[in-house]
């Protein structure tokens, strides 16, 4: 076998995706991307200082038939999470994404959690429909026909003659963090894996991936866990790895990571960030045993030097773009500052666009005697760039169709709440609570389920303590109103409790209608205390550029 290091060095000298061929090996290049959520437009970053347009698949189209022409043994995966994102998705539930996918010839694409944001109903259309393979062999249909045969634990694909095995893993949160429904259910990650390895090395496939859409802290650990399969390509946590010159990118790690199984191999852990801003190209080559002998590999930004767009992509989008235009051009408000949405704020902190959407939810529900207004921090999808406000960035910033509902909780209960959204900070979990009416301040040094040190809750007279066996009225989105995000403390409250039947979206445009001018600030609202160094983000500014053919 080649040696690790060996192969190392020779794939650092190299400037490009030059490639370390080893001896009687077959080599495949795995082209993958993961978490594009209906972004079908290109969008703008600030890199070292300059905005740079990246992405849309009008441009990756360009860029995979370029790969197509210059390599072979090439096979794209995605590693789910096409649903929910964009107005897009609101106008065609994912299949003008497949459309695309289809131009681009994906092979293999791993089921998301926001693959069951609508139901089984609307995922089963989007399936029925794809002419590639859909994976994942911890989710279980058996009680839900709509689903059966419509995805497999695995693939088997061929590729430059050889037989490649892929195992699709869907994160077992899907069950709090989607809309699944009772029929479907979600088995153990690793122990699903395993199984499906031990079955394609049964019929002499041993060259195998695995399309993983748990995350990459989930995908180091299964790394480390699993045996017989090498190579992980990743998704769900939207985790950047690579190198960069711009100091606005701050990766997770090294592309590939690199963890050892228990029979002391290597084993590669790669994704490629979110919304098709970053290709993963992970050069690897197999022994014939399935043995991993040498590999290489990059994130590549998709910025302009990349490849040009392809006209005929572009006018397709142009053409699913028409109906979605009028609406998404609609101005509603003026932003004087950048409302912050971004993933890394929202999920972690306070943010001046989480005050702003939980203040709307208060103003919407005031005639019901709302006080308090919590927003999981998962439900804030984009950011809202100083300027006009339109009724597409609404419907991107709050993508899911949810519901306002108000309900009577315990000072006790809305604590347990606040706690169940700290719990998993270090993960970056969706269940972090943007708030209005109260304050509060976590502490990291404490465990989760009793970090949360101070709640203050706003009074005509000023904040006062929150009074544990007091009974305040709140109001929530009815994803975590029924449990969602790990709230069950919300599903079970027994006190009184109205599903309003207005759209939190529509409610939010209301209040934007209602304010004409926002400056949203962040004021105190919450305090993390202890904060590991290192922690708080650089933000990026970032806008969406002009629609396709405005």
């Known amino acids: 076998m080649v040696k690790r290091r060996t192969v190392l060095k020779a794939g650092l000298a190299l400037g490009g995706l030059g490639f370390v061929r080893a001896q009687g090996g077959f080599t495949l290049t795995l082209v993958h991307t993961n978490d594009t959520h209906a972004h079908l437009e290109p969008m703008e970053l600030t890199l070292s200082d300059k905005k740079v347009r990246v992405g849309g698949v009008a441009q990756r189209v ?19 999470d096409v649903f929910q994102g964009t107005l897009y998705f609101n106008q065609y539930r994912g299949l003008a994404d497949r459309y695309f996918m289809h131009r681009m010839l994906y092979r293999v694409m791993a089921l998301g959690n926001h693959e069951f944001d609508l139901g089984p109903g609307p995922l089963a259309d989007f399936l029925k429909g794809a002419r590639f393979k859909v994976v994942s062999a911890n989710v279980d249909v058996s009680a839900e026909p709509r689903l059966q045969g419509l995805f497999a634990p695995y693939a088997i694909v061929q590729v430059g003659g050889e037989r490649v095995g892929v195992i699709g893993l869907t994160t077992p949160d899907t069950k709090e963090i989607a ?12 122990e699903s894996a395993q199984k499906a390895v031990y079955e394609l090395l049964a019929k002499g496939v041993n060259k195998i991936v695995v399309l993983s859409h748990l995350g990459y802290g989930e995908d180091l650990k299964l790394a480390r866990r699993l045996v017989g399969a090498q190579v992980i390509v990743g998704g769900h946590s939207h985790t950047l790895l690579g190198s960069f010159p711009h100091k606005e990118l701050s990766p997770a790690g090294p592309y590939p990571t690199v963890v050892k199984n228990p029979e002391g191999k290597d084993v590669l ?13 992970l050069e690897v080559t197999f022994a014939p045993t399935g043995e991993l002998l040498a590999y290489k590999g990059e994130a590549l930004l998709m910025t302009p030097e990349v490849a040009p767009e392809d006209f005929f992509a572009k006018e397709a989008l142009l053409a699913y773009a028409q109906p979605v235009m009028a609406l998404m051009g609609q101005v509603i408000a003026e932003a004087k500052v950048d409302l912050v949405g971004e993933r890394a704020i929202v999920r972690k902190r306070e943010s001046n666009l989480g005050n702003l959407i939980a203040d709307g939810m208060v103003w919407k529900t005031k005639g019901a005697g709302v006080q308090i207004a919590l927003q999981n921090g998962g439900g804030i999808r984009a950011s809202i760039p100083k300027g006009p406000i339109t009724v597409g960035k609404v419907y991107e910033v709050l993508p899911f169709g949810n519901t306002l509902v108000v309900m009577d909780l315990k000072g006790k209960e809305i604590l347990a709440a606040l706690e169940n959204g700290v719990s998993q900070w270090e993960q970056g979990a969706g269940r972090f609570l943007q708030v209005s009416g109260l304050r509060y301040a976590f502490d990291l040094a404490r465990p989760a389920g009793s970090r949360v ?6 009074t005509e007279k000023g904040f006062a303590p929150l009074d544990l066996e007091a009974t305040y009225r709140v109001v929530v989105n009815n994803f975590i109103a029924n449990g969602g995000d790990g709230f069950t403390v919300l599903k079970e409250a027994q006190g009184y409790r109205v599903d309003t039947g207005f759209s939190d979206a529509e409610s939010f445009m209301d209040y934007l209608k209602e304010l004409k001018v926002v400056e949203a600030q962040v004021e105190g609202r919450i305090e993390v205390l202890n904060e590991p160094k290192g922690e708080k983000p650089a933000y990026w500014a970032y806008r969406v550029p002009g629609l396709v053919g405005v």
Do not use: H, I, M, S
């Open 62 to 80: 360009a860029f995979f038939d370029r790969l197509r022409a210059g390599r072979r043994n090439l096979l794209f995966l995605d590693a789910g």
């Open 179 to 190: 809309n699944p429904g009772p029929t479907v259910a979600f088995l153990d990650p690793y």
């Open 269 to 281: 852990v790669v994704q490629a960030w979110e919304w098709g801003k970053v290709v993963g190209l």
């Open 453 to 458: 040190v101070r709640v203050e809750v706003r």
